[in-house]
């Protein structure tokens, strides 16, 4: 006990009793409430009933008589009444003294702190379950670019295979052109592939002494596809290979070639052909079509301004019909005259705004004066670059020049 | 009657007074106020045919600092052990604390309630703890104290291994 006067003693009694609000209970060994006392009502104890089970009246005692030890104690306990009370426990003989003391004001400030730090702790367990989940996500986009950069790599690698073949393909399809020839009469040409391989392709050949042979043809679409149909036909004119067919008769080698060059048999292409027969002797050309541009004949020396003709013919183009007829056409050519036989990639010419080169401005240039000098041919590619805005034409540039 | 107590048992927000608060009151608030020491309250329920009173002992929960005081635990019949499916640390205090109330109180019945299923996108559990908790004969319940989902069930199912 304290070592202080009674009078002092019981002065603390009643501050304790005051700012405490005590309530006590006495339960005895068989768990029947013996007596209650004190503030109870602060607490919400009410209605208690002496010689009644203890537990039932009050549930916070259920398990807990007998005292494993004693004293002992409950901290921080809510109350029906809302308040929170530290509860005592003291075994006396073969009974048990509840005693409750007011704790709300230390629990309530107790609460606050422990809610602001539960507050913090939750939001750095959010932050770190966060930043572990944007590491995973950092490394999972860092695998991602590594796989990506390899795959462009392979990519690349493809890309520049795919583009080596296609530079090979090209420079065959270069090979198999004939040289210019300047002898009786001649012949001269430029071709310009587009970025992409393209179907256009061209020859010309003496058949005989006196008969020469002058083909271009245009097969649909580009690509490596359209560049091999372009080779092998024009192998088939080069080397006579259509069987029963005088190569001297326009109609009969396009009749011939439309009937070998089917599109079902060649991957869905067909192409377009001009095909003519040029007698030296009488200056007689004859020639047929099949669905190609006309070839534009034009009048006079290069050096002076010269009329055009163009040198229609009908019929459709290879590939597209089992069966089709071509009409052979003829003209004699009268010296001095060049003919200008080409693919509708020299005059089909978008302009930087989109619209079409007109055939005529094309024309105007085939007839104009060349001066000394001046490739014919270099100029025309000049013209049609100049007309696209870019050096880089969407089809191919394939122009013959047959000069007489 | 019969009475038995249980205790609410958990890391601190896993939501055990939300549960409690459900089960006994049927409400829920997603404001989340700590608890400081213990809230007791009760609901009776029936088992088989016989009546039976929880006394529900809210505990304050368990912490880096403060561990649960065991004496809250004394003359338990049953306890729950409260996770968190969003918080994975929440799992190893409940696995703390059961071997600690094991030690002091004894085996008596209890549940583990893997709490806020309604968030269960954010749940961050390893599935391998929870099937290697299942082997070992763990009774687990999915609740959410939110949409009540299982928590019924929960108390019914201990409150019946209590009984028997």
């Given at each position: 006990m304290l070592d202080l006067p009674a009078r002092i003693s019981e002065w603390l009694l009643l501050l304790v009793k005051s700012q405490r609000a005590v309530a006590h209970l006495l339960v005895d060994g068989e768990q029947m409430l013996v007596k209650a006392g004190g503030d109870l009502e602060h607490y919400g104890l009410t209605d208690l009933r002496p010689r009644q089970g203890a537990c039932e009246q009050l549930p916070f005692l259920e398990g807990l008589?007998?005292?494993?030890?004693?004293?002992f104690l409950l901290r921080s306990m809510g109350m029906p009444s809302g308040r929170v009370a530290d509860v005592h426990f003291f075994d006396e003989d073969d009974a048990t003294w509840v005693v409750l003391l007011d704790v709300t004001s230390e629990h309530d400030d107790a609460q606050k702190i422990q809610q602001k730090a539960y507050d913090m702790t939750l939001l750095s367990q959010r932050e770190a379950r966060l930043i572990a989940k944007l590491e995973a996500a950092h490394q999972a986009l860092t695998l991602a670019h590594h796989e990506l950069a390899a795959s462009r790599e392979a990519l690349q690698l493809t890309h520049n295979r795919l583009q080596d073949e296609l530079r090979d393909a090209e420079r065959y399809v270069r090979a198999i052109l004939p040289a210019p020839i300047a002898e009786p009469f001649a012949v001269d040409w430029l071709f310009v592939p587009s970025t992409e391989l393209g179907g256009d392709s061209f020859g010309y050949h003496w058949i005989d002494p006196e008969h020469f042979a002058l083909y271009l043809l245009d097969v649909c679409g580009h690509g490596v596809g359209a560049a091999l149909l372009s080779v092998a036909a024009i192998n088939t004119l080069r080397s006579s290979?259509?069987?029963?067919?005088?190569?001297?008769q326009p109609d009969e080698v396009l009749a011939a070639l439309n009937l070998a060059y089917q599109m079902e048999q060649h991957n869905d292409l067909y192409f377009t052909i001009w095909y003519g027969v040029y007698h030296r002797p009488t200056g007689r050309l004859r020639y047929a079509s099949a669905g190609h541009p006309p070839p534009i004949l034009v009048s006079g020396p290069s050096r002076a301004r010269g009329d055009a003709y163009p040198l229609q013919a009908k019929g459709p183009p290879v590939?597209?019909?089992p069966i089709a007829r071509y009409r052979c056409e003829e003209r004699v050519l009268y010296s001095p005259a060049r003919l200008f036989l080409f693919s509708d990639g020299v005059y089909e010419i978008h302009r930087p705004d989109g619209s079409m080169l007109e055939e005529s401005a094309f024309e105007e240039v085939l007839t104009r004066a060349v001066p000394g000098g001046k490739s014919e041919l270099e100029e025309l590619l000049h013209f049609a670059r100049a007309a696209h805005g870019s050096?880089?034409?969407?089809d191919d540039f394939s122009i013959v020049k047959m000069t007489i | 009657m019969l009475q038995k107590k249980v205790c609410v048992l958990g890391?601190?927000?896993?939501g055990k007074t939300s549960l409690v608060r459900r089960y006994v009151q049927s409400i829920f608030s997603d404001a989340y106020l700590t608890t400081v020491g213990v809230k007791v309250d009760k609901k009776t329920l029936t088992v088989g045919t016989e009546p039976v009173t929880l006394v529900l002992w809210d505990v304050a929960g368990e912490d880096d600092v403060n561990a649960i005081r065991m004496t809250y635990v004394r003359g338990a019949a049953g306890y729950f052990l409260v996770v968190d499916?969003?918080?994975?640390e929440t799992l190893e205090v409940a696995r703390r604390i059961q071997e600690r109330v094991t030690k002091e109180i004894g085996p008596i019945p209890f549940m583990l309630l893997l709490n806020k299923a309604d968030l269960q996108e954010n749940w961050e559990l390893p599935t391998q703890s929870i099937e290697a908790l299942e082997r070992a004969g763990w009774a687990i319940f999915r609740t959410?104290?939110?949409?009540?989902?299982s928590v019924e069930e929960a108390f019914q199912e201990l409150a019946k291994r209590m009984v028997a």
């Open positions: 008589l007998p005292l494993p030890e004693s004293p290979a259509l069987l029963h067919t005088d190569f001297r590939g597209m019909l050096e880089v034409l969407e | 890391a601190f927000g896993v499916g969003t918080r994975a959410s104290a939110k949409t009540g989902d």
